[in-house]
């Protein structure tokens, strides 16, 4: 399974997009996960685990999103959402090659606090009384 | 205003970011690199022991006879045996040894020519590069290495349903071959059901059935190729006459 090497680029991708933010700690990441991808969620997670140890995501929850398949449909002339991993149309149940969407995996957003101290929405409402 | 006890997160960072992005920009420049230098390059995947390797041997070895430029990189998690059986045949070959990693990536690709390279073998003087992947279904399916053809290997011995039960490897081949059809019989093969998986899964792909015991197809693996080196050249021939 290549779900270690995968979490490990997810780490790296995070990482990179923080560099210019080096107080801030990451709570969530939100993952979207086609289901052609080959990508197994729970082995994802597991490699996340290990490999967000010492890292900015380090205890962050993990939500991950399936991304149906959908393919274009020759005889229908539509692009159609498959049932599950397969690329066969719904409708009239040909199977097609050209894949629209349910290859790939995102990571969608994330969701960031700061490290320590009190979090700055608190401070405002602290500000206010 | 109402207020959560708990605070909310400080703050949602969308990044819309294609994990596999880093591979996918790397195979994009080896591709160029593999374009420009009129290089053919396939990538062999399958899963474990479905005859890659013996399979490649005889096709490298009926298009180095031919008088093609072939050459072969091959990757195993342990063990340089497979490149000894490529090698045989006098093509340059290198074992790429991935310990634990389960499939190939653009980087080691590149690393491995700049090997070759250093040896003095540069990528020009390569009509046919043959890449074969870690025997494995899943994971090389989403890593790109910049080739021009993936070849997608179903042995008669593993099932008329494999095609159905890893569908991303068999859907984005450009090729896929059956081989061992000399134990089809033995096996109970059903032949029809497994050209259907596969039909199911990638409508239209070119099916080539081989042995690499009887040499049965070979010569169509290697017809193909060699048409593949023919367009190149002449492609070589135009961009040198410009
Ligand atoms: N009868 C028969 N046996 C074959 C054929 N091709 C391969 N084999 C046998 O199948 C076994 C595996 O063959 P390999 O060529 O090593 O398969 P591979 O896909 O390279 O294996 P890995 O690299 O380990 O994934 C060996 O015992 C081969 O002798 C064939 O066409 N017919
Ligand atoms: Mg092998
Ligand atoms: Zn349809």
């Known amino acids: 399974m290549h779900e270690l090497s995968i979490a490990r680029s997810i780490v790296r991708e995070v990482e990179a997009a923080l560099q210019d933010r080096p107080d801030v700690q990451v709570t969530v990441v ?70 629209r969407a349910g290859r790939g995996m995102q990571i969608v957003n994330i969701d960031l606090s700061e490290p320590t101290g009190v979090p700055r929405d608190l401070l405002e409402v602290a500000d206010v009384s | 205003m109402c207020r959560d006890p708990e605070p909310g997160p400080a703050e949602t960072l969308v990044l819309e970011r294609n994990v596999l992005s880093a591979n ?63 090698g045989a045949c006098g093509a340059p070959v290198r074992q790429i040894v991935t310990d634990s990693q389960c499939h190939l990536e653009a980087g080691v690709i ?85 050209l259907a998986a596969i039909e199911t899964v990638n409508p239209g792909v070119d099916i080539i059935e081989t042995s690499a015991a009887t040499g049965d197809g070979c010569d169509v693996l290697a017809a193909r190729l060699r048409d593949a080196v023919l367009r190149l050249t002449e492609g070589r021939a135009a961009s040198a006459a410009t």
């Not at chain 1, 449909?73 to 719904?90: E, F, I, K, M």
């Not at chain 2, 074969?132 to 790109?144: K, Q, R, S, Y």
């Open chain 1, 30 to 99: 939100r993952l979207r996960i086609g289901r052609l991808s080959g990508i197994v969620a729970p082995a994802l997670e597991f490699g996340l685990s290990f490999v967000t140890e010492a890292t900015r995501l380090d205890g962050a929850r993990i939500e991950i999103t399936e991304e149906p398949v959908a393919v274009w449909c020759s005889p229908c002339q539509a692009t159609r959402t498959t049932d599950g991993p397969s690329v066969l149309c719904p409708v009239c149940d040909t199977p097609s090659a050209d894949i």
């Open chain 2, 24 to 86: 996918d920009a790397r195979a994009g420049v080896l591709r160029e690199r593999f374009q420009t230098a009129h290089t053919h390059v396939i990538n062999v995947v399958s899963s474990p022991g479905s005859g890659k390797t013996s399979l490649l041997a005889r096709l490298l070895g009926d298009l180095v006879g031919s008088g093609v430029r072939a050459a072969a990189l091959v990757a195993d998690c342990a063990t340089d045996n497979d490149a000894v059986r490529l």
């Open chain 2, 110 to 194: 590149e690393d491995h020519l700049a090997a070759w390279s250093a040896e003095g073998l540069a990528l020009r003087d390569i009509d046919v590069l043959v890449i074969e992947n870690i025997g494995n279904l899943v994971c090389p399916a989403g890593f790109d290495l910049g080739e021009a053809e993936r070849w997608v290997m179903l042995s008669v011995t593993e099932g008329e349903d494999k095609p159905l039960k890893y569908p991303a490897m068999f859907a984005g081949a450009d090729l896929a071959v059956v081989t061992k059809v000399d134990l089809a019989g033995p096996c109970r093969f059903d032949r029809s059901t497994a």
